[in-house]
């Protein structure tokens, strides 16, 4: 790189000092990072601190009430399902699944909305506007009704639901990173890119990329958050996660038939289900918070 490409993106794009105090004292990105780390916890230890197997049935056992509530067992502490499973074995299994399909479809929708995003905000001219129909005709379409109708023509899994979901959520990458590229793309160190004659490949790479990361982080933890709840509703409705899968989507559909005499079957889940959304949601929040322009000084 020469003195002179160097000076440019020392001027336009060196990275201001981080208010870290900022960092510590944002209350909803602790709070978010907290719950987040909480979950991920759960889910990595699962296979360590479960008491039981969650897919061991065991039918003299069905439907015992949390430690808590009259009738409950330490032996499991929150309960044993409609199959005599084992409720917080379920819980922490779960968790890993709640996970995975919020990362999962992070990724998937992050490459594809990314790349559209970049190309439309970069190239422009009729390049954008063939990518800004294709973002408006997955606008039109609704995530819930298409993902029930894919699903249901090709089977229920892990993996197909990722893949559709996905395949569905990625046109708020590509609106946040198509603006973030038209704000950078003319500036100096873009065009000292250009003149030394790096492809359009590298400058994307190298010079566009970068400075996208932040809005990246961003969308992703947004979107996360809306991966996992829709795969609970797909699940609840019975064209999610298939079972026995500890999907908390799918023991909140499990647990309906009880919920008169034993709410808690679906009390349970769903508050897990809510701390995981919100956590992500709050962290998201909170990132957006602490690395825009004017937080950074």
Not at 183 to 199: H, L, Y
Request: glycine share 10%.
């Amino acid at each position: 790189m020469s003195d002179q490409t160097l000076e440019y993106r020392l001027a336009d794009i060196a990275p201001p000092r981080r208010n870290y105090r900022r960092w510590l004292t944002h209350t909803g990105l602790i709070l978010g990072g907290t719950i987040l780390g909480i979950i991920l916890i759960m889910a990595v230890l699962a296979p360590f601190i479960a008491p039981f197997n969650p897919y061991e049935q065991n039918l003299l056992v069905r439907i015992v009430p949390p430690v808590w509530m009259d009738g409950g067992s330490w032996e499991h502490p929150l309960g044993t399902d409609h199959l005599g499973r084992d409720y917080l074995s379920r819980l922490l299994y779960g968790a890993q699944v709640s996970l995975l399909i919020g990362v999962g479809t992070a990724l998937i929708s992050g490459v594809i909305g990314t790349t559209l995003g970049i190309l439309a905000g970069y190239f422009g001219g009729k390049v954008d506007t063939v990518i800004t129909f294709i973002i408006t005709a997955r606008l039109s379409m609704p995530v819930i009704l298409v993902a029930l109708a894919v699903v249901a023509l090709a089977g229920s899994s892990l993996m197909i639901v990722m893949t559709v979901l996905g395949l569905l959520l990625w046109d708020r990458f590509a609106l946040v990173i198509r603006a973030a590229t038209q704000q950078i793309r003319n500036a100096d160190f873009v065009t000292a890119s250009q003149v030394q004659g790096c492809s359009v490949f590298q400058t994307l790479r190298y010079e566009i990329l970068p400075n996208l990361m932040n809005s990246l982080v961003v969308v992703a933890t947004l979107e996360m958050a809306q991966a996992i709840v829709l795969e609970a509703a797909l699940s609840f409705l019975g064209l999610g996660v298939p079972a026995p899968l500890p999907s908390w989507g799918l023991m909140i559909a499990e647990g309906k038939s009880f919920i008169l005499f034993d709410p808690w079957l679906i009390t349970i889940p769903g508050v897990l289900l809510f701390a995981l959304v919100l956590g992500t949601n709050l962290l998201g929040d909170g990132l957006r918070d602490v690395t825009a322009p004017e937080a950074r000084n």
